[in-house]
């Protein structure tokens, strides 16, 4: 019995340093699946031995919210809802009545307050009795009305979140590939918790209100559908929801976990809820849950299999990722072959070694995990150098998470912006190299240079065994590759990644010394600044930048694979000039936005990235639409033109 009692002392401890993790710093150390076995276990343990300690997750909800923000108490306990991954369970829960069945949103929960059709408070759940004010924040949440026609005081809740169709847009904004944010729902937490709202507005988070907890004088004839349908005509959007009984509850789960995967808002379940308020009610509450509702967790779809490497991916902040390659598996519909380990402590967790049997699900139907270890022979061989440059790895340790690193600050994977920049379409243009894919070859250490992208040859055989590759990946990136050594001086200046250079600079440059690109490499600052447009600043990291040994023997080795032609400017006019443009949408005569804005440039005029007062001229096909571009260009008077509009005009 003491064994026991010390495991539920040590599972209290796991879990309330994930639920610490995940709500207030937004970090999460151990995956759902997890989370919730070691949560049924401490379960468990507590009903066999009666033990259950004053700060077990089982009894306390949520965890203390941080304390930047001014924290206040909610008028009533914000509970937990009792969870399930049976759908016969759901139908018993059910019994005779009709229910609400509707996504599980996966954000952050907020409480609205709404006084005279005004919105006057929102707080975030927190430690689901005392949340964060954040009502500066709420108010630039996209969908949330301000002002609704009821006039008495009105309490929602609901919840806040990014879609994954605007969370893709944010990061592929962010260059940085170790910038970039995880997932929505920790993007969306850190987003409402703001200090400064215009942060927030930027993020596009949404609000789905998933329940009425005070109102006066409605009648909503005792019927939760009714109180949505009333939200709704308030002008809130709620949560999707089907009207189910126990008899159609399996049918319409089916239906659920059909759509999620396409579903374009974070969910990690459902929700069953009785239509019946009064029924609902009458039922009361335990300490932890209410009785009127309760979750479905997604049944995760298992499959056993065998561990066949773990591939170690340096990254440009240092740290060196472990994924897990696993002999391929079909999840959920599809194939999978890799999971995400994260760090060296789940490593050590999971007691990994080649050659164990595991097994395999996708959290929330979509991101692969590894659920359980079958062998456990911790055989696996942390490196003990980085596998892209060689240097001895670091092993660091930050709040107890183990973390393998390169402490070499030249290691090229640290410097990975710089070879997705040459491979771009503007610089080299070669085709089919992924950011992924060089991740993978600097991590092999295939390339430690620009130059070593003409020589991948040397690892065919290397290359075409890897995963995710083969003898068709390998002759399609060897074709790009040789077809790029076809090139010109622009592209290869453009390319080497110098400060505040690119492809407009690297064009003026080159007309200006036609095409002699080691009169370039040998050019002043003086005589640099005599360019149009090349100021000081442009001038000096041009002429510093030639001047680092380093960098001038590693353009040595790049000219040596690639030959250089002089470009035909015969089509080039200025009759652009002093013009700024700025494109956006989809275009239907240029292949892409690249190529309009190579002609908008060879013609003199410039191509900017937003809408601003110098702006001559917003390219878009759809003018009547309401992005954020044209409502910009509207106020500042500036003329929206679509692509027919500015061949005509400009042709």
């Not at 923000?69 to 509970?79: G, I, Q, R």
């Not at 079909?330 to 595991?358: C, M, P, Q």
């Not at 092993?395 to 402490?407: F, H, R």
């Not at 790029?484 to 007309?511: D, M, Q, Y």
Request: aromatic residues 8%.
């Amino acid at each position: 019995m003491s064994d026991k009692k010390e495991r539920i002392r040590e599972l209290v401890d796991i879990l309330n340093k994930a639920s610490k993790a995940y709500y207030s710093e937004d970090v999460e150390i151990m995956s759902n699946f997890e989370y919730d076995a070691l949560y049924d276990e401490l379960e468990a343990l507590e009903k066999e031995t009666g033990l259950v300690l004053s700060n077990s997750p089982t009894v306390n909800v949520g965890y203390e919210s941080a304390a930047e923000l001014v924290k206040e108490a909610h008028d009533s306990p914000m509970l937990s809802l009792d969870k399930t991954k049976e759908p016969a369970a759901l139908a018993a829960f059910l019994g005779t009545q009709k229910g609400l069945l509707s996504w599980k949103l996966d954000g952050l929960t907020i409480v609205l307050t709404y006084e005279n059709g005004k919105l006057v408070k929102a707080v975030t759940r927190g430690n689901g009795e005392i949340g964060e004010v954040v009502t500066s924040n709420a108010k630039t949440f996209v969908n949330l009305p301000l002002s609704i026609s009821y006039q008495g005081r009105l309490v929602v809740r609901g919840e806040s979140v990014i879609k994954y169709s605007d969370f893709k847009e944010i990061n592929e904004r962010i260059e940085d590939a170790d910038a970039k944010y995880k997932n929505p729902r920790n993007l969306c937490s850190g987003s409402v918790r703001q200090l400064d709202p215009k942060i927030t507005a930027e993020r596009k988070v949404n609000f789905f209100a998933f329940s009425l907890e005070s109102s006066e004088d409605i009648d909503f004839h005792n019927s939760n559908e009714e109180r949505f349908k009333w939200l709704k005509d308030q002008g809130f959007e709620v949560v999707p929801y089907k009207v189910v009984t126990a008899e159609t509850m399996e049918e319409t789960v089916q239906w659920y976990a059909k759509e999620i995967q396409k579903f374009d808002v974070p969910s990690d379940g459902l929700v069953l809820l009785m239509d019946d308020i009064a029924y609902g009610q009458s039922l009361g509450r335990t300490a932890k849950f209410p009785r009127n509702s309760i979750a479905f967790k997604w049944k995760d779809e298992i499959a056993e299999t065998s561990l066949t490497e773990v591939e170690w991916s340096p990254s440009r902040t240092g740290l060196i990722n472990p994924v897990a390659i696993f002999e391929p598996v079909e999840l959920e519909g599809t194939t999978v072959s890799r999971a995400s380990v994260h760090n060296v402590s789940i490593i050590e967790s999971l007691k990994l070694g080649i050659g164990d049997r595991i097994t395999v699900y996708k959290a929330n139907m979509i991101i692969p995990q590894i659920a359980e270890n079958l062998t456990s022979s911790g055989n696996l061989e942390i490196p003990k150098v980085c596998p892209a440059c060689g240097t001895q790895t670091v092993i660091k340790q930050d709040n107890g998470v183990k973390t393998l690193t390169c402490p070499n600050e030249a290691c090229p994977a640290k410097k990975i912006k710089t070879f997705v920049d040459f491979v771009s379409r503007n610089a080299m243009n070669i085709e089919g190299i992924s950011e992924e894919t060089l991740e993978k070859f600097i991590g092999h250490g295939f390339i430690s240079e620009f130059a070593d992208l003409f020589k991948l040859d040397a690892h065919k055989e290397q290359i075409v065994n890897m995963s995710g590759f083969g003898e068709k990946s390998y002759e399609n990136i060897i074709a790009s590759v040789n077809t790029a050594r076809e090139t010109t001086p622009s592209r290869v200046l453009n390319g080497l990644g110098i400060a505040g250079f690119g492809a407009a600079n690297a064009k003026a440059l080159c007309k200006y010394f036609k095409d002699d690109f080691a009169a370039i490499r040998k050019a002043s600052a003086e005589e640099l600044t005599e360019i149009e447009g090349i100021g000081d600043v442009l001038a000096k990291n041009l002429v510093e930048y030639f001047a680092n040994p380093e960098k001038s023997i590693a353009v040595d080795h790049l000219l040596d694979e690639v030959h250089l032609n002089v470009e035909d400017r015969s089509g080039d006019t200025n009759t652009l000039e002093g013009m700024t443009f700025v494109i956006t949408g989809s275009l239907t005569q240029y292949p892409n936005r690249d190529a309009l804005k190579a002609e908008i440039e060879s013609k003199g005029g410039k191509v900017a990235g937003s809408v601003s007062s110098k702006t001559s001229f917003l390219i878009n096909n759809d003018i009547n639409s309401n992005s954020s571009k044209n409502n910009n260009a509207k106020k500042l008077g500036v003329p929206i033109i679509t692509e027919q509009d500015y061949i005509e005009k400009f042709h």
